[in-house]
Structures are given as C-alpha cells and as structure tokens.
C-alpha cells in the first residue's frame, strides 16, 4: 500500500494526497441504520438548538413546536388554496395522524443509501480529526 493511502479506524481506504476516501468501510444494516439514526439525531439537536436561539419565549424546542402548529393550525382552517392544503399535511404528519407513504426499494437503493450514509459519517470524521489536530 502507497504512503499516500491510510486504513481509517472503521476500515475505509484514505488517499491523502487526494483528500478523500478510494474505498469505503464494510457495513452491516444494523450499522447504516445505526449511522442514520445518528444523523436524525444531530438534525434535531440542530434544529432543536436554533429553536432555542429564535426565541428567549420558548423554554423548550416543544414551546416552539406548539408555536409551529398554533401558526399552521390558523392557516390550514382560515386559508383557501394550497398554503392550507401544505399546512394541513404538516400538522396531520407532524402529529402522527397521517400515515407516511409506504416506499419499496430495492436491495441495491438500500445498499447504495447505507454506502453514502457511511460516506457521510467517515467525512464527518474526517472533518473532525483535522479540525482536531489539523490533519488525519
């Protein structure tokens, strides 16, 4: 193997003259199920934080969720058109009311979205040993 090329931790193939991953990591399904539960997870920290920021009324991300649905509950039952059609869908999904739609994929969909969740987390790594230490 090339000095340029390093093992990573979880196994993928690093060129670092290249800057980038040659050759991903083997994962199971429990494990991209495991890198996207991770990521919805940081998303609703994200969101739950920036809901924190808006606002010094909202004590809680759920203060300002129950202010989202107030909003969208007055423009789903007083606006004609798709704006309540839009809302309606939002406060129905968003409250569990509404099933989501069922979606099939193939083998190779679901292998292809476990290989970029796992790309996704081995640049979120990467990104942070260099933050870290200024290089991998």
């Keep these: 193997m090339s000095d ?3 093992t990573l931790e979880n196994g993928a ?17 429990a494990q ?3 890198l996207a539960r991770i990521r919805w997870d940081k998303r609703r920290q994200a969101v739950a934080r920036g809901m924190a920021l808006a606002s010094d009324k909202f004590q809680h991300e759920y203060d300002a969720i129950e202010a989202i649905a107030t909003h969208q509950t007055v423009l789903a039952t007083t606006r004609m058109g798709r704006e309540s059609t839009e809302a309606a869908k939002f406060l129905l999904r968003a409250g569990d009311f509404l099933e989501p739609p069922v979606q ?3 083998n190779d969909t679901v292998q292809s979205l476990a290989i970029a969740d796992s790309l996704v987390a081995v640049r979120d790594i990467i990104h942070e040993l260099v933050k870290s230490n200024g290089t991998v």
């Design 32 to 34: 991209a199920s495991a």
């Design 104 to 106: 099939t994929l193939d």
């Design 13 to 29: 193939l690093f060129d670092k003259e290249g800057g980038r991953i040659v050759a991903g990591a083997p994962m199971d399904s």
């Design 4 to 6: 340029q090329i390093i």
